[in-house]
């Protein structure tokens, strides 16, 4: 089992950059595929962007060129740097995980068994 811990949340504003960080222990960060999820008020949580092993990369249309997931093995961390925010990125963000052997990414929050407690990001207008 992995334990997640989000950080670097907070409040900026139109078009400011912000960087979150999730930090996993427990288990070899390495054979876990990891993906970024937010929740705005009142909506149910959306997929953000998703990692492999091997650092392959996919993200949902709204953040293509805004947004980047990276992953340090050796930290045992993951990062989602954000740029260019809007007010529509507001929510509170969560980092989730899988054990896998394969190259996939995964884009459904279901196939995520592990999940930090989130970090709220407001972005004012």
């Known amino acids: 089992q992995v334990q997640l811990v989000e950080s670097g949340g907070g409040l900026v504003q139109t078009g400011g950059p912000l960087r979150l960080s999730c930090a996993a222990s427990g288990r070899t960060f390495s054979n876990y595929a990891m993906g970024w999820f937010r929740q705005a008020s009142g909506k149910e949580r959306e997929f953000v962007a998703a990692i492999d092993l091997s650092g392959g990369r996919t993200y949902v249309d709204s953040v293509k060129g805004r947004f980047t997931i990276s992953r340090d093995n050796v930290k045992n961390m993951g990062y989602l740097q954000m740029n260019s925010l809007i007010p529509e990125d507001t929510a509170v963000y969560y980092c989730?995980?899988?054990?896998?052997?394969?190259?996939?990414?995964?884009?459904?929050?279901?196939?995520?068994?592990?999940w930090g407690q989130g970090t709220q990001v407001t972005v004012s207008s």
């Open positions: 989730a995980a899988r054990w896998t052997i394969s190259g996939s990414v995964y884009r459904e929050a279901y196939e995520y068994p592990y």
